[in-house]
């Protein structure tokens, strides 16, 4: 018996390989099927189940693709309903995979359909939990996704404290447990950095398995500080019931070379937006103008679908030499497969062809700390309004990056603004977007709060109003 987990950063999202005796089965699987392929082939197995825990919101899966690649059945658990044939599993039904088992418990909470699979090894041992989104390390699926009619979150809540403990706590402590995500991922709120731990252990240290906890207080904790879901996770959900297609269209389509004038008149008469996907320091320093900056070595897939709020909107993008086929993938892993193609020769042919170029003020958190004890400045934090509680820089604005469209009619054109993130990407990608909308006066703060923490700038957390009696 072989169990590996793939794990991509950038959507904190882990997905499975199991095989036995020439056997495979994979759980919760990427957009892009030749990884899965490739390991079968590598392994001389044959791929037979795909086991999807839950329709997926914050990435679209390649389950479909896959199928029709590998021979291999899509399995969804009770309730699911899609536009493609797959297997409804029946809660306890027993799924033989060389020699081992794969059993699916029913576990609705996150959503109606969640299902846990239990892996029995060739001894009969109850060896290990795929647990999707029911189950993190440190933390429980978010409960509010699945809402429909009447159903509340509270309802959902309730499923799922029922779920855990029915079907996963009763289950032995040496179990592992492999989650869906990590650290990062909007399907949580509390998640560990560590990607599997053994279940006696998430007994011990997940606020959610208390065992003296009651349900109420269970769904009070679950439901508590939720935000409201990236505005995409319902169209990828809506995608992973209808089939999406398969990403060597959308690669057709999307990795093409565009010489400058055709990508000019992409972004000036087809309505594409312009993405420059290179490093923030490059963006900083030239840009096409009314391009908006989010960069590959960040959370890229998820700020596009945060801040990109139509999926079939064209995009045609600036890459680094070499990492275009990369964006494209990226890109459709959370459902964006309007990609037109990529600017050829990068900024280097936009100069040379005379086209106009933008730059983007950013200075070091010691040039800001002079600004600021100067006076008369207006500082912009667009970090999650947890890190803003925790602590942030006297008199600063909060308006988190992840909500920044919504929130224009708080912004002053004729102000200028000091913008800063954690850590420097955050803050480019919100300066970006302002300048596109008309919004000069922008200031990006290299290094972010990191940087202006080792200044002698005055910090303040915040503090929660009490009730005067």
Excluded at 239 to 253: F, P, Q, R
Excluded at 373 to 402: C, Y
Excluded at 443 to 454: E, M, P, T
Aim: aromatic share 8%.
């Amino acid at each position: 018996m072989k169990i590996e987990q793939i794990y991509t950063g950038c959507l904190a999202q882990g997905a499975y390989f199991i095989e036995s005796d020439g056997e495979a089965a994979i759980i919760d699987p990427l957009r892009e099927s030749e990884p899965y392929l490739k390991k079968a082939d590598k392994e001389n197995a044959t791929i037979k189940y795909i086991f999807e825990t839950h329709f997926h919101a914050d990435f679209v899966s390649g389950h479909v693709d896959l199928a029709k690649k590998s021979g291999g059945k899509v399995v969804y658990g009770p309730g699911a309903k899609a536009e493609y044939d797959f297997h409804e599993a029946n809660d306890g039904e027993v799924f033989e995979l060389g020699k081992v088992k794969i059993k699916a418990l029913h576990t609705p909470g996150h959503t109606l359909e969640s299902t846990t699979y239990l892996l029995i090894d060739e001894e009969g041992k109850e060896h290990a939990i795929f647990s999707g989104d029911t189950l993190f390390i440190g933390d429980v699926g978010r409960p509010d996704l699945a809402q429909k009619g009447s159903m509340t979150q509270d309802d959902l809540a309730g499923m799922l404290y029922e779920s855990l403990r029915s079907k996963i706590m009763t289950l032995p402590d040496d179990v592992i447990v492999y989650p869906a995500h990590g650290a990062g991922s909007a399907c949580g709120k509390n998640m560990s950095k560590e990607t599997f731990d053994m279940l006696g252990n998430q007994k011990k240290t997940n606020y959610a398995l208390r065992a003296d906890m009651t349900k109420e207080e269970f769904v009070k904790e679950v439901t508590d500080g939720l935000l409201p879901p990236p505005q995409y996770f319902a169209q990828n959900v809506a995608m992973n019931k209808s089939a999406a297609i398969g990403l060597d269209a959308v690669l057709e389509k999307g990795n093409v070379a565009l010489d400058v004038e055709t990508f000019e008149a992409m972004a000036n008469h087809e309505g594409a937006l312009v993405l420059d996907t290179r490093h923030q320091r490059e963006f900083i320093k030239e840009h096409i103008p009314n391009s908006i900056f989010i960069g590959l070595d960040g959370n890229f897939a998820p700020w596009v679908g945060a801040l990109i709020t139509d999926l079939q909107q064209p995009i045609v993008f600036i890459a680094d030499e070499g990492r275009e086929e990369e964006v494209v993938t990226r890109l459709s892993r959370v459902g964006y497969d309007n990609t037109l193609g990529y600017l050829k020769g990068g900024m280097s042919a936009w100069k040379d062809a005379g086209k106009e170029v933008q730059d983007m003020e950013s200075i070091a958190a010691d040039e800001f700390a002079k600004r600021y004890a100067a006076g008369n400045i207006h500082v912009m934090d667009v970090r999650k309004p947890g890190e803003f509680e925790a602590e942030h820089v006297e008199d600063a604005e909060s308006l988190p990056l992840d909500y920044i469209s919504e929130q224009m009619d708080k912004i002053d054109p004729d102000k200028t603004y000091h913008i800063h993130c954690a850590g420097g990407y955050r803050s480019v990608i919100a300066a970006s977007i302002l300048k596109s909308r008309g919004f000069h006066k922008v200031i990006d703060v290299a290094g972010g709060y990191k940087d202006i923490k080792a200044t002698d700038i005055p910090v303040t957390n915040y503090v929660c109003p009490t009730t005067q009696k």
